[in-house]
């Protein structure tokens, strides 16, 4: 079987491989549970994922090695017929690493009961660059969201996300060099719009990401905040890439200063 990679199962087996958490499900009529099964077995099934050895994003793809898929078929005490397997994918960058996907079936879904390495040790390798424009404790947060997430804890998460969306747009206007007045007063969604000129212009366009995560701190269910994780993480890491590479242009511009103060030193100094 091969499957179109615009097919839903294809779209919907990627979403639980790469940011669904422990025990998520894929729901489906059930005329479409083989569909959704085989999705996983195809040989052409494949995602992007930051790999935890090469230590960079990278292509993974499920190959063939026997019966690695471990299927089982089991009935249930009430009789509805349900089983497991696995599905076993390599990096193409090195065919050694493999990254492993636990799931268990029924009729009419499909529920991750594990994966290794899970996804708190893909998140936390994937943000350890972004410790130069972090403080350590906010670091740590971010961390800890990502570990919670991947146990299935929702609502939790969203505590430790809020508080670091909160200390990046609290220090965007610090690093300012003439403060915005009443900035301290201001709803969330008006500071966004204050500091549009130094803030990702998606965040920007698309502020109502702090809306969802205060909702959520108070009001949303767990169900709804695992939902919606993925999508207010990544506002955040979006702030985060481009103070990173603020940061790096910053330092090449300085290590091209002193490299050419250096040359031009040196040049003069071997004048006669």
């Not at 190959?63 to 089983?83: D, E, M, P, V």
């Not at 040790?121 to 410790?131: G, L, N, T, V, Y």
């Amino acid at each position: 079987m091969t499957v179109k990679l615009t097919d839903p199962s294809v779209e919907a087996a990627i979403k639980i491989c790469t940011v669904g958490s422990l025990y998520g499900s894929i729901a489906f009529e059930k005329d479409k549970q083989e569909e959704y099964i085989d999705t996983f077995r195809d040989d052409n099934f494949q995602f992007d994922c930051y790999c935890i050895w090469c230590r960079k994003g990278s292509t993974f793809k499920t190959f063939r090695q026997g019966n690695h898929h471990n299927s089982y078929l089991y009935a249930t005490s009430n009789g509805i017929l349900s089983g497991s397997f696995t599905a076993l994918l390599k990096c193409q960058r090195e065919q050694t690493h493999v990254y492993s996907y636990f799931f268990k079936w029924t009729s009419q879904s499909i529920t991750k009961v594990g994966q290794f390495p899970s996804l708190e040790d893909i998140a936390s390798s994937d943000i350890q660059r972004f410790r130069p424009v972090l403080e350590p404790s906010y670091f740590s947060d971010l961390h800890r969201a990502g570990g919670l997430f991947s146990h299935g804890v929702g609502a939790g998460s969203f505590v430790y996300l809020r508080r670091i969306f909160e200390r990046l747009i609290i220090r965007h206007h610090e690093e300012l060099a003439a403060p915005i007045d009443k900035f301290a007063t201001m709803r969330m969604d008006e500071k966004i719009d204050a500091l549009k000129s130094v803030l990702p212009s998606a965040l920007v366009e698309n502020k109502a990401a702090y809306g969802i995560l205060s909702k959520g701190v108070h009001e949303l269910d767990e169900e709804t905040c695992r939902k919606h994780f993925p999508v207010v993480r990544a506002a955040i890491i979006a702030i985060l890439e481009e103070d990173l590479q603020v940061r790096e242009k910053r330092k090449a511009a300085e290590d091209l200063r002193k490299a050419i103060a250096a040359a031009a030193g040196d040049v003069n100094g071997s004048q006669p």
